[in-house]
């Protein structure tokens, strides 16, 4: 097979050239498949080490690493954040494939637009919202895409992908006893919620709720299964 490709990549012939290109094609989406999948694997099975983790700190340095790798320009919204006790590597990929995909699928090449913020929660945790201005997620599909292998259908006409970035998020998020959902998110074409435990517990007075919602102590598993859904 390999013998094959390389006499065709020496083969100086248009009638060659669709079918090599179909080929590295087909070979780079198989070691991205097989590299996600190694990577759903190892997020549930290495042990987590939590520790005081400065989200602000944490999400401009993922900003400016997908803005490296991508070369689009990210406008980030962000106040101060609270700060979160995880563990940083898992958060950081969690961040990264959030992030990544609200580059991936913001049509064009123009500036993508993100915010990132956070609310203190009952029961020692920290609310942590990611919005986005790319493809909105209808509801039907919200559950869905935490699903491995399983892709919003706008997604799949707009880019390739594994379906498998979501499931290592939601993984990442239950191995810290919390929950992650999509969301309607005012003036942004969705929001993920997700919840993790505090660095600095509050106060239950000290809790807040935006207007005009009540808000569960987390966003559940179930309820990530139920409403949610990369």
């Known amino acids: 097979m390999v013998l094959?490709?390389?006499?065709?990549?020496?083969?100086?012939?248009?009638?060659?050239?669709a079918v090599v290109r179909r080929i590295d094609a087909a070979a780079s989406r198989g070691m991205t498949l097989i590299d996600d999948l190694l990577e759903f694997g190892e997020v549930g099975q290495v042990p987590v080490?939590?520790?005081r983790v400065d989200v602000e700190h944490l999400v401009a340095e993922v900003v400016a690493s997908v803005g490296e790798a991508t070369g689009r320009r990210i406008d980030l919204d962000a106040g101060r954040c609270a700060a979160v006790r995880a563990d940083e590597r898992l958060l950081r990929r969690l961040l990264t494939n959030l992030i990544g995909n609200a580059v991936k699928y913001t049509e064009g090449?123009?500036?993508?637009?993100?915010?990132?913020?956070?609310?203190?929660?009952?029961?020692?945790r920290v609310l942590l919202r990611v919005s986005d201005r790319g493809l909105p997620l209808p509801v039907e599909e919200r559950e869905l895409v935490f699903e491995?292998?399983?892709?919003?259908?706008?997604?799949?006409?707009?880019?390739?992908?594994?379906?498998?970035?979501?499931?290592?998020?939601?993984?990442?998020?239950?191995?810290?006893?919390?929950g992650i959902a999509v969301v309607d998110h005012q003036g942004w074409s969705k929001?993920?919620?997700?919840?993790?435990p505090a660095a600095d517990p509050v106060l239950h007075g000290d809790?807040?709720?935006?207007?005009?919602?009540?808000?569960?102590?987390?966003?559940?598993?179930?309820?990530?299964r139920r409403t949610a859904s990369a």
Do not use: N, Y
């Not at 491995?148 to 499931?167: D, E, P, Q, Y």
């Not at 929001?191 to 993790?196: G, I």
């Open 4 to 17: 094959g490709v390389q006499m065709l990549h020496a083969l100086d012939d248009q009638r060659h050239a």
């Open 49 to 51: 080490e939590p520790t």
């Open 109 to 124: 090449d123009g500036p993508v637009d993100l915010a990132v913020a956070t609310e203190s929660l009952a029961g020692g």
């Open 148 to 178: 491995i292998f399983k892709r919003g259908a706008a997604g799949a006409r707009h880019s390739t992908g594994t379906g498998v970035g979501l499931a290592v998020c939601r993984r990442i998020v239950e191995r810290h006893g919390g």
């Open 191 to 196: 929001a993920f919620e997700l919840d993790l």
């Open 207 to 224: 809790v807040s709720t935006p207007a005009g919602r009540t808000r569960q102590s987390r966003p559940s598993s179930a309820r990530a």
